[in-house]
T-cell receptor, first 115, second 115 residues
Framework: DGGITQSPKYLFRKEGQNVTLSCEQN?????MYWYRQDPGQGLRLIYY???????QKGDIAEGYSVSREKKESFPLTVTSAQKNPTAFYLC??????????????FGSGTRLTVV | AQSVAQPEDQVNVAEGNPLTVKCTYS??????LFWYVQYPNRGLQFLLK??????LVKGSYGFEAEFNKSQTSFHLKKPSALVSDSALYFC?????????????FGKGTRLSVIA
């Protein structure tokens, strides 16, 4: 079955450590997105990519980095510069042809906790 | 700029009663509108969408939503609530003619259906 796989489901980070969250899709979708979810704040866009080797900053990109070397993969690195990284991270994708018709397909999320 | 407002953080309803979850939006031009549902520690699942056509849109699990252009609203409704409908609901929007700009999500409304 096609879908989006996020791993790991739970991740613990020590202070000053970089961690990478994986997002892989086999839907042949062009665009991929990373959102951060905090209680009461909804979904906030971190980065998105519409084509391989290109990506754009979202509303809260500081302290995060991404790459898009393959169409299927869009990993997110939470760097030590992100001062409050504890949150639930969601990856999503959509085809760019008639994107409004499809909305987004979401992964199951990664819960990151700073210890 | 695009924006979505979900004015209620929490909606409580008795099982069997009708439910409404409110959403208002702001875009330049005509909107794509979506409703998603999220269960604990999971990604968002698509419920329904409005692009053009009939103002009453029917979606998954018996949900429907009414598009009202004059009031810029897209309220989610269900005639008879189930305990299993208890979840977090998100409204999202993007402008029809905005190219491939990302969806903007509301802050979410937590629905609690009481037996």
């Amino acid at each position: 079955d096609g879908g989006i796989t996020q791993s790991p489901k739970y991740l613990f980070r020590k202070e000053g450590q970089n961690v990478t969250l994986s997002c892989e899709q086999n839907l042949n979708h062009d665009a991929m997105y990373w959102y951060r979810q905090d209680p009461g704040q909804g979904l906030r866009l971190i980065y998105y990519s519409q084509i391989v080797n290109d990506f754009q900053k979202g509303d809260i990109a500081e302290g995060y980095s991404v790459s898009r070397e393959k169409k299927e993969s869009f990993p997110l690195t939470v760097t030590s510069a992100q001062k409050n990284p504890t949150a639930f991270y969601l990856c999503a994708s959509t085809p760019l042809t008639r994107p409004g018709d499809y909305g987004y397909t979401f992964g199951s999320g990664t819960r990151l906790t700073v210890v | 700029a695009q924006s979505v407002a979900q004015p209620e953080d929490q909606v409580n309803v008795a099982e069997g009663n009708p439910l409404t979850v409110k959403c208002t939006y702001s875009v330049s031009g005509n909107p794509y509108l979506f409703w998603y549902v999220q269960y604990p520690n999971r990604g968002l699942q698509f419920l329904l969408k409005y692009i053009t056509g009939d103002n009453l849109v029917k979606g998954s699990y018996g949900f429907e939503a009414e598009f009202n252009k004059s009031q810029t609203s897209f309220h989610l409704k269900k005639p008879s609530a189930l305990v299993s409908d208890s979840a977090l609901y998100f409204c999202a929007v993007r402008a029809l003619n905005s190219g491939n700009t990302p969806l903007v999500f509301g802050k979410g409304t937590r629905l609690s259906v009481i037996a």
